[in-house]
């Protein structure tokens, strides 16, 4: 699976019903559960993002459906980076030569 970490942040209507924030994540989580994927840390942070999650998922097509999917309710907007573990970053910089 490949890792994807999600920079989140609420949008007005997002912030106007931020105390069901926990229910909106609970109802992401198990919709990304049911396009294969999952959510392996959720972090709410302070500064340029409210929120980032680290998750994973078969594909990036999979990956961009989530994130549409999630924009399109209103409440929060993302960014996604795909994210390269260690071993690949590694080989990566090897191949070049």
Same mark, same amino acid.
């Given at each position: 699976m490949t890792t994807y970490i999600i920079l989140v942040n609420w949008t007005e209507q997002g912030m106007r019903t931020? #105390?069901?924030s926990p229910r909106r994540?609970?109802?992401a989580k198990a919709l990304l559960k049911e396009m294969g994927?999952?959510?392996k840390a959720f972090y709410l942070?302070?500064?340029d993002c409210d929120m980032v999650a680290v998750c994973e998922?078969?594909?990036d097509a999979v990956?961009? #459906?989530f994130a549409l999917t999630l924009?399109?309710?209103g409440n929060v907007r993302t960014r996604t980076l795909k994210a390269f573990p260690e071993e690949a970053y590694r080989e990566i910089i090897?191949?070049?030569g």
């Amino acid at each position: 699976m490949t890792t994807y970490i999600i920079l989140v942040n609420w949008t007005e209507q997002g912030m106007r019903t931020v #105390r069901e924030s926990p229910r909106r994540l609970d109802a992401a989580k198990a919709l990304l559960k049911e396009m294969g994927g999952e959510f392996k840390a959720f972090y709410l942070t302070m500064g340029d993002c409210d929120m980032v999650a680290v998750c994973e998922a078969p594909d990036d097509a999979v990956a961009a #459906r989530f994130a549409l999917t999630l924009g399109a309710e209103g409440n929060v907007r993302t960014r996604t980076l795909k994210a390269f573990p260690e071993e690949a970053y590694r080989e990566i910089i090897r191949s070049l030569g």
